[in-house]
């Protein structure tokens, strides 16, 4: 097999960036590792910025986005008692849509077929090959069969355990990263949200957020330590966690009902300082991670994706390298500005166990400062919606 841009994973990001190559009429084959309905079945974060929404316009594939994601235009801080509003609208101009990464993912595999994007699931074994040189190639089996799948440039969109990221040589980038010592317990419930907006709280027994996914759909997390087990969060546990960690305003309209989805996930900060090698560029969670404390992991996707398809169809349209040569540079300085909110984010809502009476009157005076400053709270907004890309 044959094609200009071979892609790999098909999560948002690859998906994403096939549509956006197909549209610009380049040749793309993208292939997925697991079937259609497994990776329908990740829940993630589920709040996008403007340019995710515009991709999905551009593509026309916006229809069901704009007629059941909820535009906001505030979200809160909550801190014990005190509820801080962050009026994004009026600090920004702008504003976020709430629609599940997984609804995303929903929209752009159903429109593959009629759109010609070839999609591959089910493929075993993906390995790259002479991404050093101008004709690299992907190996993978397909039913049992070895096949091979020859390519101008290959896109490593695999998330953070995919191959793409570890054939790029070790020492050509410096890794960074920062773990947490907490992870998400996430629940989906189907009952009203508590609030109209999401509220972030910082509580003394540790952080919470509510969100949501529709006017009839919840999404809560609490923050736990590593060593716990989903099985010993039963619903009440985490329902009466909730009540008491978001405030009493958010308990007092919080509905409870049974989970549909519950699971614990790890935080981590994580960048790979180099987002092209010879012909193989990384977009998303193959080249960075961030905590998903103000919900960049999608966003971040989606500009990667953005620069990636303008760069290779101006390659391929206009003989034009220069966007390919710039790629990781312009991708990168994107992702160092999310990866800092994130970290921020992260380190004024939790509670971190290293840390003692000081580091928490730190996080009370940023509080006080941001709740009576509107520079403080422009840049917070500024963040939240997402910088110019
Ligand atoms: N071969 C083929 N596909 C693979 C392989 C492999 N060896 N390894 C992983 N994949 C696939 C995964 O099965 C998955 O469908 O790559 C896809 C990567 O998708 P995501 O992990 O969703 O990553 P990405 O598309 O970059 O999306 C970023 O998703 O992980 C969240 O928080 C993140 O919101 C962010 C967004
Ligand atoms: C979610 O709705 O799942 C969500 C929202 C905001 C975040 C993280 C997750 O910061």
């Not at 995919?162 to 790029?168: D, N, Q, Y």
């Not at 709280?201 to 919470?208: E, I, K, M, V």
């Not at 101006?314 to 970290?343: I, M, T």
Request: net charge negative; proline share 4%.
């Amino acid at each position: 097999m044959k094609t200009q841009v071979a892609i790999i994973g098909a999560g948002p990001a690859g998906l994403l960036l096939g549509h956006l190559l197909k549209a610009e009429g380049v040749d793309c084959v993208v292939l997925e590792r697991q079937s259609g309905d497994y990776v329908l079945g990740r829940i993630r974060a589920g709040v996008l910025e403007e340019i995710t929404v515009s991709l999905m316009e551009r593509l026309g594939l916006d229809q069901r986005l704009k007629a059941e994601g909820l535009v906001e235009d505030g979200f809160n801080l909550a801190d014990g008692e005190r509820l801080i509003r962050i009026d994004i609208a009026n600090l920004t101009g702008k504003h976020v849509t709430v629609y599940g990464q997984t609804e995303i993912t929903r929209d752009l595999m159903e429109a593959a077929p009629s759109r010609g994007l070839e999609v591959i699931y089910q493929a075993g074994d993906v390995a790259l090959h002479e991404i050093d040189s101008d004709a690299p190639y992907v190996t993978f089996t397909a039913d049992g069969v070895e096949k091979r799948l020859d390519a101008r440039f290959i896109v490593g969109c695999d998330g953070y355990h995919g191959p793409s990221r570890k054939a790029i040589p070790v020492g050509a980038a410096q890794e960074f990263e920062r773990v947490y010592p907490f992870g998400w317990l996430g629940i989906l419930a189907d009952v009203k949200p508590c609030y109209h907006e999401l509220i972030y709280a910082n509580h003394q027994r540790g952080f919470a957020l509510a969100s949501m996914r529709s006017p009839t759909r919840s999404r809560y997390y609490v923050d736990v330590p590593l060593t716990e087990k989903v099985e010993d969060w039963s619903d009440e546990r985490i329902w009466d966690e909730l009540a008491t960690r978001l405030g009493p305003q958010a308990a007092a309209g919080m509905t409870r009902g049974p989970s549909i989805e519950k699971s614990i996930a790890p935080l981590r900060s994580y960048v790979f300082g180099l987002m092209r090698h010879g012909s193989l560029l990384l977009c998303g969670d193959a080249a960075h991670i961030v905590p998903p404390t103000g919900a960049k992991g999608l966003n971040l996707a989606a500009s990667d994706v953005h620069y990636a398809a303008e760069a290779l169809t101006a390659f391929f349209r206009k003989q034009d390298g220069e966007g390919v040569g710039n790629y990781s540079a312009k991708a990168l300085a994107r992702v160092w500005n999310a990866e800092r909110f994130s970290w921020s984010l992260t380190k004024l809502m939790h509670r971190f166990p290293e840390d003692g009476p000081f580091e928490r009157a730190m996080q009370v005076a940023e509080l006080d400062y941001i709740s009576t400053s509107k520079a403080a709270q422009t840049s917070i907004a500024e963040n939240y919606v997402g910088l110019p890309v």
